[in-house]
């Protein structure tokens, strides 16, 4: 399989590799895929008050585009806010990473990773109005 | 059409001195610990076979002149070293293309041949695709089949063997060392069943050939296939044993000239003839001591690796050939391991299969989970592989592994002592 | 005592320059091409080229191109995993083809099919209103050879071909003999399938291909591992393949040279022929139609061909009965026979094929030789008659 340099130079240097506080109500988790078909993403953002996003962080079980998608999209989000973020499409990964048709779900993966943070963030938000 | 060829980035791993070189420099090429896919042509090998490809050219069929007979005579010493290293008369080696042919001559052959005794096969799920593929084909022309799966260690249960059989079981097919896992199956035990049952019996013997002791006088066998090129031989031939006594028949598969006395026509290849009875004296009479040594880098390399968390070997450990060591790292997924150990040739399950994505049918037949078949490196090591590669390999697993795991979710779950079985996926 | 090599319709020796491109990959190159890391990813680009190389040779399409390890296996493949795709009908070849053509199709009776032969004229060249008079009957498929390996004799694949098609029969032509003797273009023949082999052309043994319309569907030989895209399993003969691509590209860009050298041989060679005429009644077989310039088969009366082949040898020539695959009997050439020949003529048929490196002085010498061994084995027959 060939790999694009994008896709090696994320694989070779994963940007944003961690974890952050996800009992911190200001952190939104999402994590999708199923260790069986070969993808798990863990995404986690961190929004401040103005409703932007601060910090991501990532972790991934895949191949090497999956990796790469979790770790471009993480430089993507920072400074973003959380609409802006939920806008992202996997067709804007799939194509600055140059990935092959046989890897466009990685980047789907991806997008999928980004709405289940948001919607996460936007839960925790909404507990906290309504507490 | 341009005149060269890019020729590969592979360096040529033997020095002038037909020493291998050493290959752990900067801009160096990957460690080849791959030598269950295919094996480098021994360099004294490819020197017996030069001159039969220049000066000695002719078709060994050729009755009228020299270059016929001298190709001729070349083929028949081969013939006798192959013979030699698995303890068969020279009249019961056929020559073929391969392995794959040998297959699936034996198979159709015999079951052609023999079908008015029965229409029933009892193959193992984790033979290779070659004696797979012949059996359904035969199931498409009639006959039933048994696809035994073997013990969680690889190996077959003989009683559940003996349950497989039917008063039409005409022919089993069993390979002797399974090419992802290495174990070696009791080819001996099951050979006497298939005789007390009057079932013909079919052994791939492609990846045991220089590897266990192999003496077709004693073991119950009928049909066994080999090939050169995982034995230092050069690609592109093989050879099928034919038992003359008790006579075992089989039906020509390839029509033609009448060759190899009506079993395989076409014209033979005396070069590659020559390289495969070469490879075949060396390993007989290098066999004991190369075991020994591989054995010490295999145990070695396994030692390496053990000492990391969550490694499972696969395959029982015991009843297995020194060269190979297949490993599943969990928690680790299996592609972006691949691309993470550049630095080594290996193999993801087998090489014929590794075109696809889909996890390994011989790990699958074993019971491993698909996580851990799709985390699964076969290292074999070979004739050329020191000691130098197998703590390079050691070192490049340890921090790869380390990497890919800080990278990993599923790690991080597992450190936090989540049972990963219970936890709902959001399967996609 | 040097050896001269005038069996080149047997085999023929490697080219120095074949050998170049294939040494790399008989030594330390150890890649399996099916494997992902870079030993299998060098030698899958190999093997790609050399699949160009011979596509290029035959004017067909690199997709078009199945290797296998023999011209028997692409026969076999070709009679047999053709035939089986279509309804049980006849399937016809010519009577001077190659036994890895006509047995497969006699096995192919045990499935139902029908297996039989189309005549020859006199000259070896298939009879056109034979072969339409057969067609009438369901016919699955048609194998006719584009030349002749005792006689040299080219057919009209075309012309054949297009009879074939018209009644929706499937073409196959076994081409072994023609590549690099003649210009081969695959669109052009019209065909559903052609074999070539790679040690007819100064290429290693051990490489030959099917060329196959993709439309056609077969059903393959050898089952396996998936390869050439699930047509040919089995570990490919990598460095056979690259010595037969590299034969290839060498046969194409020689191919005129070839032609007009060999032709000049054969010319000095058959009229030195008739001058020995006086003693003895000599037939040129095939003579009076086209064929491959470098074939001479021609029969003495009263001569066995065997005996002449053996002293011939002895004073180093090397020389052919009949075709090398069937040479282990003694039987009459089978081609001769179809054509009419009496068996005693055939019995003492002899072949003569020149390659690129022979030349005119040992042409020349052989006619001397030749000469000498008429007389005296003329003197043994006589005096044992």
């Known amino acids: ?131 | 059409m341009s005149a060269s060829i890019e020729m590969p980035v592979l360096k040529d791993m033997f020095d002038e001195n037909g020493l291998a070189k050493d290959t752990h420099g900067a801009d160096a090429q990957p460690i080849y610990l791959d030598y269950s896919a295919t094996t480098p042509v021994d360099p004294r090998v490819a020197a017996k076979m030069i001159p039969y490809i220049t000066e000695h050219f002719g078709n060994p069929a050729s009755r009228s002149h020299p270059y016929g007979w001298t190709a001729e005579k070349a083929v028949e010493n081969a013939r006798e070293e192959v013979a030699k290293l698995v303890g068969a008369d020279p009249r019961e080696i056929v020559w073929t293309s391969g392995a794959t042919e040998s297959n699936n001559l034996a198979i159709k052959g015999a079951a052609n041949f023999y079908s008015e005794k029965g229409k029933h096969i009892i193959t193992i799920t984790t033979e290779h695709k070659a004696v797979i593929d012949a059996v359904r084909e035969l199931e498409r022309q009639g006959f039933t089949a048994t696809y035994l799966d073997p013990e969680p260690n690889g190996l077959i249960d003989l009683e559940k063997f003996k349950a497989a059989i039917r008063p039409d079981t005409v022919l089993a097919s069993v390979m002797f060392v399974n090419n992802e896992i290495g174990v070696i199956q009791d080819i001996t035990a099951i050979g006497n069943i298939c005789r007390e049952n009057n079932i013909i019996f079919h052994v791939d013997a492609a990846q045991a050939t220089g590897k266990v002791e192999i003496d077709l006088e004693k073991l119950p066998v009928d049909l066994m296939s080999f090939c050169a090129h995982k034995t230092y031989g050069p690609k592109g031939i093989g050879a099928l044993y034919v038992r003359r006594k008790p006579r075992i028949r089989i039906e020509a598969q390839m029509h033609g000239g009448g060759h190899e006395r009506g079993m395989r026509s076409g014209t033979l290849a005396t070069h590659q003839i020559v390289g495969m009875g070469e490879a075949f004296k060396l390993a007989r009479e290098e066999m004991v001591v190369e075991n020994a040594r591989i054995l010490k880098l295999r145990n070695k390399l396994l030692h390496g690796l053990e000492t990391m968390e969550e490694v499972y070997v696969n395959g029982d450990l015991e009843h297995r050939v020194p060269h190979n060591l297949n490993i599943s790292f969990n928690y680790v997924e299996g592609e972006s391991l691949i691309m993470a150990v550049k630095g080594i040739a290996v193999s993801s399950g087998s090489a014929c299969t590794s075109a696809s994505l889909e996890p390994s049918y011989v790990l699958r037949a074993l019971g491993r989970s698909d996580e851990l078949a799709h985390s699964s490196i076969r290292f074999s090591i070979g004739r050329f592989t020191t000691e130098e590669d197998i703590d390079y390999t050691i070192n490049l697993m340890k921090s790869k592994i380390d990497k890919l795991r800080e990278l990993s979710p599923l790690w991080e779950m597992f450190k936090d002592g989540i049972d990963l079985s219970k936890v709902q996926w959001a399967a996609h | 005592m040097s050896h001269v090599y005038f069996d080149h319709n047997a085999t023929t020796a490697l080219d120095n320059s074949v050998l170049e491109a294939m040494l790399p990959w008989l030594s330390a190159q150890s890649g399996n091409p099916t494997s992902r890391h870079t030993f299998g990813r060098s030698a899958r680009d190999a093997v790609e080229h050399a699949r160009a190389q011979v596509a290029e040779a035959c004017g067909a399409y690199s997709s078009q191109v199945i290797f296998t390890s023999c011209g028997t296996e692409a026969n076999n493949f070709a009679i047999k995993g053709m035939a089986n795709h279509k309804p049980a009908s006849q399937i016809l070849t010519s009577a001077i083809e190659h036994p890895c053509v006509t047995r497969p199709a006699l096995a192919m009776q045990a499935l139902g099919f029908m297996s039989r032969q189309i005549a020859v004229d006199a000259d070896g060249k298939v009879i056109l209103e034979n072969l339409k008079q057969q067609l009438a009957a369901p016919t699955s498929l048609v194998s006719v050879m584009l030349a002749n390996n005792e006689t040299g004799v080219i057919q009209d694949i075309a012309a054949i071909a297009e009879m074939a098609r018209a009644t929706g029969a499937l073409m196959h032509t076994d081409a072994v003999q023609g590549l690099g003797k003649i210009p081969l273009n695959f669109a052009d023949l019209n065909v559903h399938a052609m074999t070539i082999s790679s040690h007819k052309i100064h290429g290693p043994q051990g490489a030959a291909a099917l060329i196959l319309d993709k439309r056609v569907d077969i059903e393959p030989l050898l089952l396996g591992g998936g390869q050439e895209k699930g047509l040919r399993s089995g570990t490919e003969n990598v460095a056979a393949i690259i010595g037969f691509g590299a034969a290839c590209e060498l046969a194409v860009a020689k191919q005129k040279n070839y032609a007009s050298h060999t032709l000049a041989l054969r010319q000095q060679f058959e009229q030195g022929l008739t001058s020995i005429n006086n003693t003895h009644n000599i037939t040129v077989f095939g003579n009076k139609v086209a064929r491959l310039s470098n074939t001479s088969f021609f029969g003495f009366d009263n001569i066995e061909g065997e005996t002449l082949v053996m002293a011939l040898d002895r004073k180093g020539y090397a020389v052919a009965s009949g075709s090398a695959c069937s040479s282990d009997s003694s039987e009459p050439s089978h081609v001769l026979l179809s054509m009419g020949i009496d068996a005693d003529t055939a019995r003492g048929a002899v072949r003569v094929t020149f390659g690129t490196n022979n030349t005119a002085e040992q042409v020349a010498s052989f006619l001397a030789i030749l000469n000498n061994e008429l007389l005296r084995l003329k003197q043994l027959t006589a005096i044992a008659a």
């Open chain 1, 1 to 131: 399989m060939a790999y694009s340099d994008k896709v090696l130079d994320h694989y070779e240097n994963p940007r944003n590799v961690g974890t952050l506080d996800k009992n911190d109500p200001n952190v939104g988790t999402g994590m999708v895929g199923a260790p069986a078909c070969g993808d798990v993403m863990k995404l986690m953002i961190k929004v401040n008050d103005a409703g932007i996003i601060e910090d991501a962080k990532f972790k991934t079980y895949g191949c090497g585009s999956a990796i790469a998608s979790s770790s471009l999209v993480t430089e993507w989000l920072k400074g973003k806010t959380i609409d802006e973020a939920y806008a992202i499409k996997n067709s804007a990964i799939a194509e600055e990473l140059a990935l092959p048709p046989v890897k466009i779900h990685c980047s789907v993966l991806a997008e999928d990773a980004i709405k289940a943070a948001v919607a996460d963030i936007k839960a925790k938000q909404l507990a906290k109005e309504t507490a």
